[in-house]
């Protein structure tokens, strides 16, 4: 089943992330989360979001249940509103939101290579071996 994607906003337009950067720091808990899934749709029991900030990954929002309560990013990371994600390296894999792609258009998805949080690098498509 397609799972529902997180969203990143990118220079004021919002795209579709089809990566899940939180993943990471999740599993680097001494005591993960464990989120309640509420539907199949979304499997990780979590939604995040996102936004790139002067080349920096930044995660602005989680919305999760956690044993029946709503979760969001300031209980996860001590009452904070948004944490620059230092902890995801690899590519992140986003398509433009359907608001943004003319009629009749194909979406274009895009790669953005992301180190320690700080974008590094754009490419059009899926990543290419170069990048792995």
Known sequence: MEQLPEIILI???LHTLYTTPLLPWLRDQDAPPVFDQRTPSCERGYIGSW???DGVLWLTGVYAWR???MTR???LFGSKREVAADWFTGP???EPA???IPGGAL???KTLF???GCVIGTQDGFPDAEHD
Request: glycine share 4%; hydrophobic share 40%; proline share 8%.
């Open 92 to 94: 992140l894999v986003v």
């Open 73 to 75: 990013l300031p209980d």
């Open 98 to 100: 359907a608001s943004e």
């Open 67 to 69: 044993d029946g309560e």
């Open 51 to 53: 936004t790139i900030r």
């Open 107 to 109: 979406p274009k998805l």
């Open 114 to 116: 992301v180190e320690a």
């Open 11 to 13: 220079d004021d337009v």
